[in-house]
């Protein structure tokens, strides 16, 4: 399984980012995916999940603000984020986890499989 993020950048607060992420060698059809970030010296944070039936959870910091979807065709993950603020600061990565039992949607330790990353930042 290969995840390739993109899309993430330098905004001022208040603004809007869409993060993409491309996935190969993945069935699109199981399992959940997600969206995480990691700031410096920290674990990484759930910030969004998406099921294959498009059922998705979020992060009660991003909730509002951030939107997950998914675009199966094109095995594609994305993240749709406005307000950012300057707490929004991290580098975001995309997972995905083969097996899905609608629990631990956001925990970072049930995902087998991440891409390298996208840096955000918000000031």
């Known amino acids: 399984v290969q995840l390739v993020e993109s899309g993430g950048g330098s905004v001022q607060t208040g603004g809007s980012l869409t993060l993409s992420c491309v996935s190969s060698g993945y069935n699109f059809t199981s399992g959940r995916m997600a969206w995480f970030r990691q700031a410096p010296g920290e674990e990484p944070e759930g910030v969004a999940s998406i099921d294959t039936y498009g059922r998705t959870t979020y992060a009660n910091s991003v909730k509002g603000r951030f939107t997950i979807t998914r675009d199966n065709a094109k095995n594609t993950l994305n993240l749709q984020m406005n307000a950012l603020e300057p707490e929004d600061t991290a580098l975001y990565y995309c997972?995905?986890?083969?097996?899905?039992?609608?629990?631990?949607?956001?925990?970072?330790?049930?995902?087998?499989?991440w891409g390298q990353g996208t840096q955000v930042t918000v000031s």
């Open positions: 997972a995905i986890r083969s097996w899905d039992d609608g629990l631990r949607t956001l925990s970072w330790v049930t995902y087998a499989n």
